[in-house]
Structure formats: structure tokens, C-alpha cells
């Protein structure tokens, strides 16, 4: 007597000739002659016959098409429709792959190469992370309008500014990465967002910095010949970053000239071309002085391997008693610039890596004002180490 379920074999769905093979229990083989077969599910509902496909035959197994029938047919039993429930679950899916979490992980993947360290230290994600992902994670991103983004950001928008700040900027980045996925998006709703939400109310704290009358002082101090001290030296001389500082390799620095890659520059500036950092006579001997720190090529090895870390020069401040931090002698070097000396704001600015005018106007100055900054850190040098003149007169030259 033939079973009626499980009559097929595996070795018969393999070998069967063109033609159609009860399984038992609706499920069905329709096998081609080009050797190839479908899977089919018969099944009644509300008194219609219906046929639903279960797959290829060459990619789903006689177990496995055993097992989808079995699943469907209990749908069949709840009285649902399975051909209409696995469309609603496929619908369900694909809003799930746009889920503004989904999106947002995407997004950040994209831009991981050019963030500090890989962006590992997490801080370009945290803000989305913590106030936006919460509230919004599981809508899909092609549903967010600015009463959404009002809504998850108004508790911390006027009591933490830079974070909320920060927040609604990197979410306009995330729907620019969903429509440039092909996401019908509102790139607006940021925009939108920040006009519901008015003005901070929070004021922006700055970097703390140091007076530059009182640079001389600090530098002084900078005497112990510790891999913090020598570092922070040669982060005043140059008034650099501090990425591209812990990232200086020796086969960048020829004599009194470092040039740094484009990558250990500021991402966001969009820079693609490398930075060329004149070294005074102070910096030259401070190079000299780090040479026995050398490691791997780094001028700042890590202990652990790789670069110093980026809280080596925050926590000999911190310990040493100070208030002020390693990136404020940026602002320290250009208010110098700006009330010691007669320097042109464009020198001043490209010392610091700041680009000035409009794309135009830069197209048609093709110059970075190297021989001018030469002479400027020179006297930048002289005046931390106790040279005379405070006030830099700029000789007016060609750069």
C-alpha cells in the first residue's frame, strides 16, 4: 500500500523524468525536461484551490521542501492566506533593511576610514547612538520627518548643545547615505528639524587655551625630557594637531622640513593633498631630542605598539595642574598671529591648516604661503624661547 505522505525519494527527485509527483500532503514536484523541477504547494482556503511555490529543486531539498510545507500549511490552518503572509513577511524584511539603525550602521562603515583611529573610540556614532537610535532605530528611514527628529532631540537640545549638535549633523549625514542608496529621503528634515527646535540655549564652551603672553612661561617648563613634554613642545612649535603629531613618522621629516600625509590631516576639511610644515631651529633640536624614542618609524611610539595615545598630552596637563588643553595652543599660536604681528590673515590661517576664501579664490591662489610661514614659525619659535619683539613685523614678500 503506497504511504500517503513522504513518497517521494531524494534519489527520485533527482532521476525523475518530466512530469508532475505527489509528495502526499499537497506537496508537489513538477520536474522539467531540461532536467530542472519546482516545488509546489497545493492547499484549499475558503473553498478555493490555490498553488504556491516553495522553491527550485535544485536548490531546495526533499527535506527541506517538507519542512516549508509544513510551515505554510499550519498558516493554511489559522485560516491566513500563505501566498498573502509571506508577502507581508518579505514587506517586513525589506523595512527592516531600511531601518534608520540599519542605515545609520551603513553610513558610519562608509565614513570609518576617515575617522580618527578607524573610528574606533566610538565618538562620531555615540551621539546617534545614545539620543537618536533610541527613539527612531526601528522606523524606517524613509519615514523620518522633522517632528520625529524634534521629538528625539528636544530633551538634551538646550542642555547639551554640542552633543545634540553633533547629533543633528551626523543624522543629515546618514539621509544623505540613504538617498544616495536609492531611500526616497527628506534631506530637509535636519534643517526642518533645527527650525522647530529654535536656538540652543546652551552656551558653546571653547577649547581652554593659554593667553599667548604666557607661552613663553609654559614652555619653559617643558624641560624634563619626557615623551608628554617633547610631544607637547613640538605641538606649540609647529601648531599642528595633535592626530598629526602622534602620527609623524621619521621618513616624513627631512632636515627642517615635515610633510605631513593627507590622511593624518583634519577629515572633514576634505583634504587630499599633504601638508607641508616648515620646522624652525627650536623644533629641529626638538626632533633631535625624540630621536631615541624612535619605534617602528613613529617619532611617538605607543607603548603597546602603534602611536602615543591621544590622552598622553591631555593627562600631563591635567596632572601637572593645568586647565588648558593640547588644542588650544592652536588658538594661543593665531591670536599671537593676530595681535602680536603684522602677518596677513591668509598666512596665518594656512600655518594652522585653515583654508581661506571661496573655492574660486583658492583655485587662482595656488600658492600655501610656505617661505611666508617659514619666516612666521621661525619667529614663532624665538619668541617661546625667550627672543626678543614680541611684535613680528612680516617683510611683505612674494610666497
Known sequence: MMRATN????????????????????LWLKKRSDGGG????????????????????????????????????????????????????????????????VIA??????????LKDDGK?????????????????????????QQDIKAALAPIWHTKGETAKKAMERLGI?????????????????????????????????????????????????????????????LILTAVRSKSLRYARWADISDDLWVI?????????????PFHVPLCAEAVSVLKELKPFERDGWVFPGRDGGVMSDMTMTKYLKDEGYDFRPHGFR?????????????????????IAHKTGSKVERSYRRTDFFERRRVLMERWGNFLTGGQGAVVQMAASHA
Open 261 to 273: 600625509p593627507a590622511e593624518y590631516m583634519k577629515g572633514k576639511l576634505g583634504t587630499t593633498e
Open 7 to 26: 513518497r517521494l525519494t531524494a534519489l527520485q527527485v533527482k532521476t525523475a523524468s518530466p512530469g508532475k509527483y505527489n509528495d502526499g500532503n499537497g
Open 174 to 234: 546618514i539621509l544623505r547615505h540613504a538617498a544616495a542608496m536609492g531611500l526616497e529621503v527628506d534631506l530637509m528634515a535636519t534643517a526642518k528639524a533645527k527650525e522647530l527646535l529654535g536656538r540652543s540655549r546652551q552656551e558653546t564652551k571653547h577649547i581652554p587655551a593659554l593667553a599667548w603672553q604666557q607661552m613663553p612661561a609654559f614652555y619653559s617648563t617643558l624641560d624634563g625630557g619626557t615623551r608628554a613634554e617633547l610631544a607637547l613642545r613640538l
Open 121 to 145: 573610540a566610538g565618538r562620531w556614532f555615540s551621539p546617534i547612538e545614545l539620543h537618536v537610535l533610541p527613539k527612531l532605530g526601528k522606523v524606517p528611514v524613509e519615514e523620518i520627518d
Open 331 to 351: 588658538s594661543s599660536f593665531r591670536t599671537w598671529c593676530a595681535e602680536a604681528t603684522d602677518v596677513p590673515r591668509e598666512v596665518a590661517e594656512a600655518a
Open 105 to 114: 550602521q551603513s553610513a558610519f562603515e562608509a565614513r570609518q576610514a576617515e
Open 38 to 101: 519546482q516545488w509546489i504547494l497545493r492547499f484549499t482556503l475558503f473553498g478555493r484551490r490555490h498553488e504556491m511555490g516553495l522553491g527550485s529543486a535544485l536548490d531546495v531539498s526533499l527535506r527541506e521542501a517538507r519542512e516549508l510545507a509544513s510551515k505554510w500549511r499550519e498558516v493554511v490552518r489559522q485560516g491566513k492566506d500563505p501566498i498573502k503572509e509571506r508577502e507581508r513577511l518579505k514587506r517586513e524584511a525589506s523595512k527592516a533593511d531600511t531601518e534608520l539603525a
